[in-house]
């Protein structure tokens, strides 16, 4: 059983009638690009960038960022790679950096924590730009939910351009910049981000945390967490459709797109890139290869219609049969 799916290694992720779905790996560590290589990652779909820096004392320079994602980009050789700025806060922290806050999934984290750091995401910012002339990158914003927080982190990246143009340092000029869908508030504005971003990745993690209000890391309430809710099924969706009539890029990177029993799901819906833990890659590609999308959409949409929990998981297992 496992040495069959280890030989779709270098099988392209096609869907039976011909579809081609980008299978991306996520990433916490420079180091993890070997292991998503050898599982047949053709990108890398969210590298999260904070892990680098937690359990320190101090942040680390822009020399240092530098050659993190530097290694990432040239490991990839020429293959997308989107690096997201820190998620620092709630579960994620600095060392000492931030007393607890009163409710951390709600409070200071993400984009919120960058933006009230200039100097911090400025210095991120620099190294990831410079980076970029080694490769394909492309910059991912976490957490953004408000008009203003996209208008001041597009001036804070601007003003990271301007500074190494100043210092005739390459990057690359035309680096797409895009946001985590993660709030429902983003979801339900999306044409709002999609006006001033190049793409989307849907974070079903914190999204469905913050659609459900279940606390993602509460075990008391994890039997609640549930991605088959009719709410984010309706929610997902909405996202997609949104972003297809925008032409605007959409890929999924939350443990739902990991998971193969939602593979077909998420392709019916109209998903085209997902990204996930590299040793998900190879499950989830045979459900890909098995896949064909215009039987898959029609129960999707079956799927979509209904809401009681059993006749959605009913359908889900016809879809998986
Ligand atoms: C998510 O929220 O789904 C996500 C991918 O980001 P993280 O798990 O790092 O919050
Ligand atoms: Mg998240």
Same mark, same amino acid.
């Given at each position: 059983?496992?040495?069959?799916?280890?030989? /779709?290694?270098?099988?392209?992720?096609?869907?039976?009638?011909?579809?081609?779905?980008? *299978?991306?790996?996520?990433?916490?560590?420079?180091?993890?690009?070997? +292991?998503?290589?050898?599982?047949?990652?053709?990108?890398?779909?969210?590298?999260?960038?904070? #892990?680098? #820096?937690?359990?320190?004392?101090?942040?680390?320079?822009?020399?240092?960022?530098?050659?993190?994602?530097?290694?990432?980009?040239?490991?990839?050789?020429?293959?997308?790679?989107?690096?997201?700025?820190?998620?620092?806060?709630?579960?994620?922290?600095?060392?000492?950096?931030?007393?607890?806050?009163?409710?951390?999934?709600?409070?200071?984290?993400?984009?919120?924590?960058?933006?009230?750091?200039?100097?911090?995401?400025?210095? !991120? @910012? %620099?190294?990831? @730009?410079?980076?970029?002339?080694?490769? +394909?990158?492309?910059?991912?914003?976490?957490?953004?939910?408000?008009?203003?927080?996209?208008?001041?982190?597009? !001036?804070?990246?601007?003003?990271?351009?301007?500074?190494?143009?100043?210092?005739?340092?390459?990057?690359?000029?035309?680096?797409?910049?895009? $946001?985590?869908?993660?709030?429902?508030?983003?979801? /339900?504005? *999306?044409? @709002? #981000?999609? %006006?001033?971003?190049?793409?989307?990745?849907?974070?079903?993690?914190?999204?469905? !945390?913050?659609?459900?209000?279940?606390?993602?890391?509460?075990?008391?309430?994890?039997?609640?967490?549930?991605?088959?809710?009719?709410?984010?099924?309706?929610?997902?969706?909405?996202?997609? !459709?949104?972003?297809?009539?925008?032409?605007?890029?959409?890929?999924? $990177?939350?443990?739902?797109?990991?998971?193969?029993?939602?593979?077909? @799901? /998420?392709?019916?819906?109209?998903?085209?890139?997902?990204?996930?833990?590299?040793? +998900?890659?190879?499950?989830?590609?045979?459900?890909?290869?098995? $896949?064909?999308?215009?039987?898959?959409?029609?129960?999707?949409?079956?799927?979509? %219609?209904?809401?009681?929990?059993?006749?959605?998981?009913?359908? /889900?297992?016809?879809?998986?049969?």
């Amino acid at each position: 059983e496992k040495r069959k799916l280890w030989r /779709l290694r270098s099988v392209a992720a096609i869907t039976r009638d011909g579809t081609s779905i980008d *299978l991306f790996a996520n990433i916490e560590l420079p180091q993890e690009v070997k +292991q998503a290589k050898e599982y047949g990652a053709t990108g890398i779909g969210l590298f999260r960038s904070e #892990f680098l #820096f937690l359990n320190r004392e101090n942040l680390p320079d822009e020399e240092e960022q530098f050659e993190a994602y530097s290694t990432v980009i040239k490991g990839m050789n020429g293959a997308p790679v989107v690096i997201r700025t820190f998620d620092l806060g709630a579960d994620k922290n600095l060392k000492g950096a931030y007393r607890i806050a009163p409710n951390p999934a709600l409070g200071l984290r993400a984009i919120r924590m960058s933006l009230a750091e200039p100097g911090m995401f400025l210095t !991120q @910012l %620099r190294a990831i @730009l410079r980076a970029s002339s080694q490769g +394909q990158v492309q910059i991912l914003i976490p957490m953004l939910s408000h008009s203003r927080e996209i208008d001041q982190t597009l !001036q804070i990246i601007e003003s990271a351009k301007q500074s190494l143009r100043d210092e005739k340092q390459p990057f690359d000029e035309t680096i797409k910049i895009g $946001c985590m869908v993660e709030i429902p508030a983003t979801a /339900l504005s *999306l044409e @709002l #981000f999609m %006006r001033k971003l190049s793409f989307l990745s849907i974070g079903t993690n914190d999204l469905i !945390q913050y659609t459900l209000a279940i606390d993602r890391a509460d075990e008391t309430v994890a039997h609640l967490f549930d991605p088959l809710h009719p709410a984010i099924l309706r929610l997902l969706s909405r996202i997609i !459709q949104s972003a297809k009539k925008a032409n605007t890029p959409v890929s999924i $990177c939350g443990e739902m797109a990991g998971d193969p029993k939602y593979t077909r @799901l /998420l392709l019916g819906m109209g998903l085209q890139q997902l990204s996930m833990y590299p040793t +998900q890659l190879l499950a989830v590609k045979r459900e890909v290869l098995d $896949c064909h999308l215009p039987d898959v959409t029609h129960l999707t949409q079956k799927i979509l %219609r209904a809401d009681e929990p059993e006749k959605i998981h009913d359908l /889900l297992q016809k879809l998986n049969n």
